[in-house]
């Protein structure tokens, strides 16, 4: 899991750097890749989320089987991406 994380800054990053050096190189409207960064950094931000909050529950410490709290992960972890989507989008149009 926290290989994905990383992977996701990675791609976030590349994907940033190819974003802004589009809109430095020609100063258009860029939607596209606007949402693919956005895309990008909500899924950083909810796969490190949801390792907090697994941690948090006690995953693998004290608690072995998740099956009782994996709706309220699932639901949590939605309307945190619905939050960043519509945070990001707010900051990137």
């Known amino acids: 899991m926290?290989?994905?994380v990383l992977y996701a800054c990675w791609f976030e990053s590349l994907f940033n750097l190819?974003?802004?050096k589009s809109?430095?190189?020609?100063?258009?409207?860029?939607?596209?890749?606007?949402?693919?960064?956005?895309?990008?950094e909500v899924a950083r931000n909810v796969f490190s989320r949801?390792?907090?909050l697994l941690t948090a529950l006690g995953?693998?410490?004290t608690i072995f089987d998740i099956r009782a709290?994996?709706?309220?992960i699932v639901v949590m972890s939605f309307l945190y991406a619905i939050s960043?989507?519509?945070a990001g989008a707010s900051q990137r149009m």
């Open 2 to 4: 926290v290989a994905i």
């Open 18 to 20: 190819i974003y802004y």
């Open 23 to 40: 809109m430095n190189s020609n100063p258009k409207e860029y939607s596209g890749l606007a949402i693919v960064t956005i895309i990008s």
């Open 50 to 52: 949801v390792i907090v």
């Open 59 to 61: 995953y693998g410490i």
């Open 69 to 72: 709290q994996q709706i309220n």
């Open 84 to 86: 960043l989507v519509i």
